[in-house]
């Protein structure tokens, strides 16, 4: 690994503090924001998130606020879902796309009110893709990036962390779903989600003042749970199927061909500019989807770059996520695969980067 | 300095085998690519880069392409430059904003002909805010990333270097202006250009393959002239006033606070949407505006946070690069100050993170 230089560009968050207090190892870049990777190793952090709980800066998830009147429209211009249904207190999966159906992001929308929302988002600037769209059909909506930082509790302890900081009522929460709850006197938005599929809550953090403050209250009411700092993990994220922007798609890809056709309403989403591209998708599907990709043999380096995979001499697809899991000890791995290789139980190879050749299973589900 | 976690999501570039294989030290993520920024250490790449010839994989400077008969409408659209004069095998600065004024990008702009131009990007997703305005504003217009990755050839011996592997004809190529010139039979660009003040070019390396033939080239061709692999260099670039999108200014900026009104046409510049929200600054003038700022005592450490400029109790401003300069044997630095304290040579303090106070003072100027 090499090493990273710090610049004002990369920007610190209001639990960096804590993030460096408690030992971060590592780090990636992520909306131009510091992410940490691993705080003991990604094994002991992994098996410790399956266990416990963990605290994680995840201001990284830079938000996207919409607000005003044509709010609400301008929403479902970005996405394929039909939104109509969606009410105030509601979080949702929406996979955004430009004018062709290529995937710009896969935020949840934070529906506050009729007329408020927020993206969170992963890893492109797409506020600069939402201000465009507005200024082009001239709506009236304010659209800007918040001083709002998501702070994730993770784990199967996560609700009784929660519980002890933010009172009872929180464990009413569904998944999914937000509440208003007070900390400090302010007033924050704590959804039931995150990334990881071990439980847990993400809470709007809305305030750079207020970070040291939360972070320093979960540690402190979480000590006889064993409450650590994390992050997203790699081997977690990838046994639950957790995709990646960036790494597992981008641009070139429509949602259908990430998995992610069940939050496409393609008929019904009238407004969205990519719905002309994506009708005929819907229609006849994809020609090529995510897949689990078990990998044999030893430990597998990190993957930084596409892997082919092979059918013979021809190429079938690309792992772009891979990692030894210790608990189904095997490599699970994230990839893109041809439907004529997508069966599962299909066997493929797998071309590591200096030339050995592995073979692979290709699974229609995750691990988790 | 921390480490980074490698992922295809952090691409590598076509020059990345042979920036490995020269031991770059560290990284940065710029437009989420892996860019370079110490090779042997930054002060002997510094005095390496004044002395002889560097090669750098700047190919973070992502191309933004415009195609089509509305090309030059959109150019214009988002820039307060006024673009009626330009030619094709020119570049130029463009400050480019959003419809407050606000800075989005602050890149080179090549003019490949009428209807077809580069934008050659600092960090910022700028493809998103040029495709959002154009769908918008239904232009007839392809926007799109071409497989494009500049190499340049920086340092005092940058010329000989380049003449030795395109030809002597590459020496008439004036300074932002671009020719095309062969190499294994492909069309490249070339452009006397780059984050330096040393000299040098840039090539728009147009095609993935042609990525190491061409580093190796010019490294075979330069070894009698001490050619080295290099990256921007932070001394250097501070030295020479050079900003850096990200780390000195950013949306909360108008161009002219950045010191880049002389880039501004705001008055003839129309159809650029942030043209209405310009006018009053461009007649009234900046308010804050960046600056060259020597900081004393002895060397500063790497500048990951804004650093408050302070005039007794009040903050004048904040310092957002810095670095010490063996040939001015002072710490330089770039920071934005306020009015009441711009003028050459005020005296202001600078808070360094801890809470040191260091003297320093203003200048109107920089150094190279």
Redesign the interface.
Known sequence: ??????????R?TPFSEGVEAAG???????N?MLLP??FRSVEEDYRHLKNAVQVWDVSVERQVELRGPDAGKLMQMLTPRDLRGMLPGQCASVPLV??TGGM?NDPVMVKLSEDRFWISIA????L???????????LDVLVDEPDVSPLAVQGPRAEDLVARVFGDSIRDVRFFRFGHFDFMGRDLVVARSGYSKQGGFEIYVDGWDLGMPLWNALMEAGRDLDVHAGCPNLIERIESGLL????DMDRENTPHECGLGRFCNTQTAIGC?GRDALLRVAKDGPTRQIRAIAIEGEAVP?????WPIMAGQSQVGQV??AAWSPDFETNVAIGMVRMTHWDPFTEVDVLLPGGEVRPATVYAVFWN
């Not at 690994?1 to 990369?10: E, G, H, K, N, W």
């Not at 600069?128 to 769209?133: A, I, S, Y």
């Open positions: 690994m090499a090493l990273i230089s710090p610049s004002r560009r990369l610190r971060a190892k590592a780090y990636t870049v992520y131009r990777t691993v430009d004018e710009l890893d492109s600037d797409l600069l893709w939402v201000k465009g769209v507005a200024q082009g059909f001239r990646s922007y960036g790494n500019v990190l993957c930084d770059r596409p772009t996520s």
